[in-house]
């Protein structure tokens, strides 16, 4: 019994938080992903800058601070362009739809995940992100309706009372 309520909890637990399986990253991470790109910048070696640039990217999306997020977000969408190899765009894709699921732009990234799986359509990783945005908006979408369903029942409540009082 005690393990089937524990079970219980911890399902509401991971209902209402989150209880997605993407990575955080830490400021130190960030700061460290920093260091390498101007390290990299000043040995004016090209393909060391771009490999940089992405741990920064990744770290920066990976964030618990917004600012952060919309960063690695404005860094990625403007190197998507300059992205000839189909693996570069792929993981640029991926490391932008991390970003939009983070700041809760959910249709931006489920679009961003479909062209991804447009390149490699068996991607476990680009699979499950797209499974853990699908479920948060079906979260999202049941939180909704039970708040607005409080809400209606709410002023149903005031109004029999209302009503109630009158007579």
Same mark, same amino acid.
């Given at each position: 019994m005690e393990? +089937? !309520?524990?079970q219980f909890f911890e399902s509401v637990t991971n209902f209402f938080g989150g209880g997605d399986h993407v990575p955080w990253s830490t400021p130190d991470v960030i700061l460290g992903c920093e260091r390498e790109?101007?390290?990299a910048r000043k040995d004016e070696s090209a393909e060391r800058t771009n490999e940089s640039i !992405? %741990?920064?990217?990744?770290?920066l999306v990976h964030s618990r601070q917004q600012e952060d !997020?919309? %960063?690695g977000i404005a860094m990625l969408e403007a190197s998507l362009t300059n992205t000839n190899s189909p693996l570069q765009k792929r993981e640029k894709l991926y490391l932008l739809a991390v970003g939009y699921y983070r700041v809760g732009?959910?249709? %931006?990234? !489920?679009?961003?995940l479909d062209q991804c799986l447009e390149i490699a359509p068996d991607w476990r990783q680009a699979l499950s992100? +797209?499974? $853990?945005?699908e479920? %948060?908006?079906t979260k999202d979408g049941v939180i909704g309706i039970g708040i607005t369903? $409080?809400?209606?029942?709410?002023i149903a409540g005031g109004i029999a009372a209302a009503l109630a009082r009158k007579n």
């Open positions: 393990a +089937k !309520m524990n790109v101007a390290d !992405m %741990r920064l990217s990744w770290a !997020m919309q %960063r732009n959910y249709s %931006r990234s !489920m679009q961003l992100l +797209k499974k $853990t945005v479920d %948060r908006v369903a $409080t809400a209606v029942g709410l």
